[in-house]
């Protein structure tokens, strides 16, 4: 099915002024967990995360399983990445994590028995086709093994590329290997863009892989384009945007450049004079959201796109679309567990992340422990805000009556302290507040992440949470 032939897709929202979003922006989380990792504390370790394995096993009703799979390895640095990657051209490297992975992996299994029911499935990295094709095999069997995986055509398998690592033998290979859907990094055709952020990527790399995974039956293409580059201009992103439009993906995800040079050594190479002025950004993103929905994409939200006829459309359609460390999804009943460095899973009300270098992820299973560096445990009122956040990500609008219910509370009482701040974002034409209902408005929208930060208990207070510095974006 084409583009042109699914239903009517809803306008593009109107974008706020300049002068509102001037005032407004500010860092802040993107909320794709609640609490967020800078409050996830060292004192959680292994014995907090198989807490959470076993209150799962004794809970009346048991999920399915979302499994996320985090390679870190690069082969050449991209300037703008703030990922947990490691560059190096020496493969043996890969070999070493891959054997420490697989030992994760039968860990996690063990304590997963007889509940490892799996329905989605996510590589990410890093560049997960770092992995030779031998070695993907490897790990992809491994995971077949020990887990319970849903059919392939109610699974949903997904694996990040960049195209200049494959050719078409070897999505052939991938597809044969279990992933039905695909994301390929593009960031910009440009090549001046290209060339300021070190990743030359010429567009037949990207429309070759985008034929060869459709050749091969992949359910899903997704494209990834970053706006506020080093050298783009609304003329280049322009051309860029035809390009990735007349390629269809199913799925497109526009991300806002955050330049934070003071935690990112790499971005310290991108050259100051280059980057687009503040106004050039937000014409870039009005150009974005005007020109894909214009080409008939639905905007889901923050900076997911899809085609009407695509899960995740359907799924927000049907109150149902769920944000989780991947972004969007629609597995909201599903609980995460994640391996690999750094990989953040949730699990049973609660968070945990493993370490994040790699010699300490490799000295806790030399020593036969899951590699767990940090936690949370959520308490009552977490659940809460993270059940209301999560509606306003995802729905933009929040059933009062049914949230009071959910959660047996009353929501003007419960939430007094944050009501002068929703009175105010509804007089600036953020909100709309009806009896029973908070609404967010087109414009709010785009300022969804601050409407969530009212009801953030952690910013700005001590909590005795030793903290991570995060490196939050700007909102807008």
Do not use: W
Not at 389 to 410: P, Q, S, T, W, Y
Not at 447 to 465: H, S
Request: glycine share 8%; proline share 5%.
């Amino acid at each position: 099915m084409t583009i042109n032939a699914v239903p009517a897709t809803p306008a593009a929202p109107a974008l706020p002024s300049g002068e509102l979003i001037a005032r407004m922006s500010r860092q802040g989380p993107r909320y794709t967990s609640y609490p967020t990792a800078d409050r996830f504390a060292p004192d959680f370790g292994s014995d907090g995360y198989r807490l959470a394995v076993t209150a799962r096993r004794q809970a009346h009703a048991r999920p399915p399983l979302s499994l996320y799979v985090h390679i870190p390895f690069c082969q050449s640095l991209c300037y703008y990445c703030a990922c947990n990657k490691i560059i190096t051209s020496d493969r043996d490297k890969a070999a070493i994590y891959l054997g420490y992975l697989l030992r994760e992996i039968d860990m996690q299994a063990a304590l997963y028995a007889g509940m490892n029911r799996v329905e989605q499935l996510h590589f990410g990295g890093g560049t997960p086709t770092y992995l030779s094709g031998e070695q993907m095999g490897v790990l992809t069997r491994h995971l077949r093994e020990r887990f319970d995986f849903a059919g392939d055509a109610d699974g949903e398998y997904g694996i990040e590329i960049d195209p200049r690592t494959v050719d078409a033998a070897r999505i052939a290979q991938l597809r044969a290997q279990g992933f039905n859907r695909i994301s390929l990094g593009v960031q910009d055709f440009d090549p001046e863009v290209q060339q300021a952020v070190n990743r030359i990527q010429p567009e037949s790399l990207t429309l070759d892989a985008i034929a060869a995974a459709r050749a091969q039956g992949f359910r899903s293409i997704s494209i990834d384009l970053i706006y506020g580059l080093p050298k783009q201009s609304v003329a280049s992103m322009r051309r860029t945007l035809d390009k990735v439009v007349a390629a269809a993906p199913d799925r497109i995800s526009v991300y806002s450049y955050a330049h934070m040079p003071e935690l990112f050594k790499s971005q310290r190479l991108i050259r100051e004079e280059d980057m687009p002025s503040a106004q050039t950004r937000l014409d870039l993103l009005a150009l974005c959201i005007a020109h894909l929905t214009a080409s008939g994409y639905v905007y889901i939200g923050m900076d997911h796109f899809a085609r009407p006829d695509d899960e995740l459309a359907l799924a927000q359609r049907a109150g149902r679309l769920h944000r989780n460390f991947q972004g969007y999804s629609t597995h909201a009943e599903a609980d995460m567990l994640s391996c690999g460095v750094s990989a953040i899973s949730a699990v049973a009300g609660s968070y945990c992340q493993n370490e994040k270098s790699l010699g300490r992820y490799y000295a806790a299973l030399d020593r036969g422990q899951l590699p767990v560096a940090r936690g949370i445990r959520l308490s009552l009122d977490d659940l809460v805000r993270r059940d209301l956040i999560g509606r306003l990500m995802c729905d933009f609008d929040v059933d009062l009556n049914a949230f009071e219910r959910r959660h047996g509370i009353g929501f003007a009482s419960y939430f007094g302290r944050e009501q002068a701040q929703l009175d105010d974002y509804a007089a600036q034409g953020l909100l709309v507040r009806e009896p029973g209902r908070l609404r967010v408005t087109s414009q709010g929208r785009f300022l969804v992440r601050n409407i969530c930060m009212v009801f953030d208990r952690y910013l700005g207070r001590e909590t005795g949470v030793p903290l991570v510095r995060m490196p939050y974006s700007r909102t807008v």
